[in-house]
């Protein structure tokens, strides 16, 4: 059984950050590529950052520059730093292991 457990949403001004946090049990973040997302109210969920086992990462484009993901092996856990966030990045975000999804955590940015 895997578990992924998200931490670091909240309320936060256009300009701010923040970071979210991704705990795995039952399997190993290195090992695997390990992935966040997102979904808006009203549309589709999208992929925003990922990292592979070898340390690779990518973003999508509206991102690029002020999100970056990041893991610690040793804690199992994954972060996503998110700086200069705008109101468009409004969403639940969630951490994914190929298969495995977390409970998702909201992030709100707003005045």
């Known amino acids: 059984q895997v578990q992924l457990v998200e931490s670091g949403g909240g309320l936060v001004q256009p300009g701010g950050s923040l970071r979210l946090s991704c705990a795995a049990f039952?399997?190993?973040?290195?090992?695997?590529?390990m992935a966040w997302y997102r979904q808006a109210p009203g549309k589709q969920r999208e992929l925003v950052a990922a990292?592979?086992?070898?340390?690779?990462?990518n973003y999508v484009d509206s991102v690029k520059g002020r999100f970056t993901i990041s893991r610690d092996n040793a804690k199992n856990t994954v972060y996503l730093q998110m700086n200069s966030l705008k109101p468009e990045d409004t969403a639940v975000y969630y951490c994914?292991?190929?298969?495995?999804w977390g409970q998702g955590t909201q992030v709100t940015v707003s005045s």
């Open positions: 990292i592979t086992s070898g340390g690779f990462t």
């Open positions: 039952g399997r190993s973040v290195s090992g695997n590529t």
């Open positions: 994914n292991l190929p298969g495995w």
